[in-house]
T-cell receptor, first 114, second 112 residues
Framework: EPEVTQTPSHQVTQMGQEVILRCVPISNHLYFYWYRQILGQKVEFLVSFYNNEISEKSEIFDDQFSVERPDGSNFTLKIRSTKLEDSAMYFC????????????FGPGTRLTVT | ELKVEQNPLFLSMQEGKNYTIYCNYSTTSDRLYWYRQDPGKSLESLFVLLSNGAVKQEGRLMASLDTKARLSTLHITAAVHDLSATYFCAVKGGTSYGKLTFGQGTILTVHP
C-alpha cells in the first residue's frame, strides 16, 4: 500500500541553526500538508501546498518557515533559525481530493532543538 | 475560527465495557475524521465522515456524525487492551482547502 515517507526520523539541532525536513508524498497525490505536534499536545496545522504554491497557512507558519517541492517527488519544510519552541514532531500528509478525501500521514520527524 | 473540542480527555475503561468519545466543533464543516495515535507513532486513519447521519463501523469502533448538532461520536464496544491509544477527531472547515483542525485528543487506557 502506498505511504507517505519522511526523513530523518529524528533530528537534533542547536538553536539558531537551519533545518530541512523531507517528505515524499504518495505518488499520485497533489495536495500536501505539514502539521506539528508538541509533545503531549494536539496536532496543529502549519501549511498546505498545491500546484507549487501555498494554499493556506497558520499563524505558526511565520517567516522562519518555508516549504518547497524541489522535484517531482519531494516536499520539504525548512526552518531558517530554529528556536527551542520549535521542538516537536512534524508530520507530512498528502491527499488526492478523491471521494474519500483521506489525508494520509507520514511517520513524522522528531525535531529536538537544544 | 473553527474550534474542535473532545471529551473526555482521559478515559480509563475496563475490558468488555462500552464507552463513547464526543467531538464537538464550532463552525460548518464538510468532513470529519477520526485518527488513532499510539505513543511515539504517527496518525492512523480510522474513519472519514462526509455527510449528516453518516455512520461507519470497523471492529469494535463505530463513528457517527450529526452536522446539525456539529457533533461526532466514537463509540467503543466491549473494549479490549489493544484499543489503548490516543484518539483524535479532526475537522475540515467548510471554507478550507484541506486544513484539518484537531481536537485535543482522548487518551484511552483499557484495563484487564
Amino acid at each position: 500500500e502506498p505511504e507517505v515517507t519522511q526523513t530523518p526520523s529524528h533530528q537534533v539541532t542547536q538553536m539558531g541553526q537551519e533545518v530541512i525536513l523531507r517528505c515524499v508524498p504518495i505518488s499520485n497525490h497533489l495536495y500536501f500538508y505539514w502539521y506539528r505536534q508538541i509533545l503531549g499536545q494536539k496536532v496543529e496545522f502549519l501549511v498546505s501546498f498545491y500546484n507549487n504554491e501555498i494554499s493556506e497557512k497558520s499563524e505558526i507558519f511565520d517567516d522562519q518557515f518555508s516549504v518547497e517541492r524541489p522535484d517531482g517527488s519531494n516536499f520539504t519544510l525548512k526552518i531558517r533559525s530554529t528556536k527551542l519552541e520549535d521542538s516537536a514532531m512534524y508530520f507530512c500528509a498528502s491527499d488526492d481530493r478523491g471521494l474519500t478525501y483521506e489525508q494520509y500521514f507520514g511517520p513524522g520527524t522528531r525535531l529536538t532543538v537544544t | 475560527e473553527l474550534k474542535v473540542e473532545q471529551n473526555p480527555l482521559f478515559l480509563s475503561m475496563q475490558e468488555g465495557k462500552n464507552y463513547t468519545i464526543y467531538c464537538n466543533y464550532s463552525t460548518t464543516s464538510d468532513r470529519l475524521y477520526w485518527y488513532r495515535q499510539d505513543p511515539g507513532k504517527s496518525l492512523e486513519s480510522l474513519f472519514v465522515l462526509l455527510s449528516n447521519g453518516a455512520v461507519k463501523q470497523e471492529g469494535r469502533l463505530m463513528a457517527s456524525l450529526d452536522t446539525k448538532a456539529r457533533l461526532s461520536t466514537l463509540h467503543i464496544t466491549a473494549a479490549v487492551h489493544d484499543l489503548s491509544a490516543t484518539y483524535f477527531c479532526a475537522v475540515k472547515g467548510g471554507t478550507s482547502y484541506g486544513k484539518l483542525t484537531f481536537g485535543q485528543g482522548t487518551i484511552l487506557t483499557v484495563h484487564p
